[in-house]
Antibody, heavy 119, light 108 residues
Framework: EVQLVESGGTLIQPGGSLRLSCAAS????????MNWVRQAPGKGLEWVSV???????YYADSVKGRFTISRDNSKNTLYLQMHSLSAEDTGVYYCARAEMTSRLAYDYWGQGTPVTVSS | DIQMTQSPSSLSASVGDRVTITCRAS??????LNWYQQKPGKAPKLLIY???SLQSGVPSRFSGSGSGTDFTLTISSLQPEDFATYYC??????????FGQGTKLEIK
């Protein structure tokens, strides 16, 4: 069974750093396009970053230069390292798999991990 | 960036109603359009991909159509569990996928 479990979200002060994790089971992270999507309180969904199976990475303009996506193949885990956090980064962060058989739609999502940036 | 605009932003309907939600892209995206359902406090769930393909396990009362810039999600007969927020997403502009602002479907 495919499962994604995020962790690492917490309350953090503006300017701080945080690393989110997304532990996968039932499939291999490195064989898929893995994404981070966030949702500010009461708002819609915003794509944040993607890590391709070949290793290429891409970021939304709002996080470029501050966030880094990576994976640990031995742990089958996806990460999002976040720096210089501001209130605008507050929200629930989801990891999601983009699958070829569904034309790269996001077929599996984690339950989300909440990040609150506040003093 | 490709902008996705959904209408309406909110909708009230009754169990058994037929409901249609529309999504318009700011440029042609062929059939690279996906629909998700999100319930409060839960992760989004994929309903439709490629504009009209039903994701495995999704009830057949959900259907999608459209191509180019205009798309629709139709629920043929609303069930109590269908009251949720629905999002469209374009997957044409890889990897910079963008979502619509959402349509909240509420019980009348």
């Amino acid at each position: 069974e495919v499962q994604l479990v995020e962790s690492g979200g917490t309350l953090i002060q503006p300017g701080g750093s945080l690393r989110l994790s997304c532990a996968a089971s039932g499939f291999t992270v490195s064989d898929n396009f893995m994404n981070w999507v966030r949702q500010a309180p009461g708002k819609g969904l915003e794509w944040v970053s993607v890590l391709y199976s070949g290793g290429s990475t891409y970021y939304a303009d709002s996080v470029k230069g501050r966030f880094t996506i990576s994976r640990d193949n031995s742990k089958n885990t996806l990460y999002l390292q976040m720096h210089s956090l501001s209130a605008e980064d507050t929200g629930v962060y989801y990891c999601a798999r983009a699958e070829m058989t569904s034309r790269l739609a996001y077929d599996y999502w984690g339950q989300g991990t909440p990040v609150t940036v506040s003093s | 960036d490709i902008q996705m605009t959904q209408s309406p932003s909110s909708l009230s309907a009754s169990v058994g109603d037929r409901v249609t939600i529309t999504c318009r892209a700011s440029q042609i995206i062929s059939s690279y359009l996906n629909w998700y359902q999100q319930k409060p406090g839960k992760a989004p769930k994929l309903l439709i991909y490629g504009a009209s393909s039903l994701q495995s396990g999704v009830p057949s009362r959900f259907s999608g159509s459209g191509s180019g810039t205009d798309f629709t999600l139709t629920i043929s007969s609303l069930q109590p569990e269908d009251f949720a927020t629905y999002y469209c997403q374009q997957s044409f502009s890889t990897p910079f996928y963008t979502f619509g602002q959402g349509t909240k479907l509420e019980i009348k």
